[in-house]
């Protein structure tokens, strides 16, 4: 598995097994995009911009989750961790926006 994941989400995975006092591929098993009986794969809505794409795919529970993925060295990357910070930036800008919300309703308070 670790050879289908870029380097950014390797030194993710890297960091985080140093934290929890584990190894990498402990954390990756853990992480898996599929439940181990699993066979097949469903898939749609291959969408690739430069050298950036995303993939759904249907997960063990029936769900659609989306797959980032990132060109490195002329192969196609599982990109975890673009996902994750996109995770960070949408959870900051939704603070920001909370902030402002809030902030704005204080100064017009008498």
């Not at 050879?3 to 853990?30: C, F, G, Q, Y």
């Not at 249907?58 to 599982?78: A, C, H, M």
């Given at each position: 598995?670790?050879?289908?994941?870029?380097?950014?989400?390797?030194?993710?995975?890297?960091?985080?097994?140093?934290?929890?006092?584990?190894?990498?591929?402990?954390?990756?098993?853990?992480?898996?995009l599929v439940a181990?009986?699993?066979?097949?794969?469903?898939?749609?809505?291959?969408?690739?911009?430069?050298?950036?794409?995303?993939?759904?795919?249907?997960?063990?529970?029936?769900?659609?989750?989306?797959?980032?993925?990132?060109?490195?060295?002329?192969?196609?990357?599982?990109?975890?961790?673009?996902?994750?910070?996109?995770?960070?930036?949408?959870?900051?800008?939704?603070?920001?926006?909370?902030?402002?919300?809030?902030?704005?309703?204080?100064?017009?308070?008498?």
């Open positions: 598995m670790k050879v289908l994941l870029s380097s950014s989400t390797l030194k993710m995975h890297e960091e985080e097994a140093k934290s929890m006092n584990t190894n990498v591929d402990d954390i990756i098993k853990r992480q898996s181990p009986d699993q066979k097949t794969v469903e898939y749609r809505n291959e969408k690739i911009e430069g050298d950036k794409a995303t993939l759904q795919y249907k997960n063990s529970y029936g769900q659609w989750d989306t797959l980032p993925f990132i060109r490195e060295d002329g192969s196609w990357k599982i990109d975890k961790k673009s996902y994750a910070d996109q995770i960070l930036n949408d959870a900051d800008e939704d603070k920001r926006k909370l902030d402002q919300l809030m902030n704005g309703s204080r100064s017009s308070t008498p």
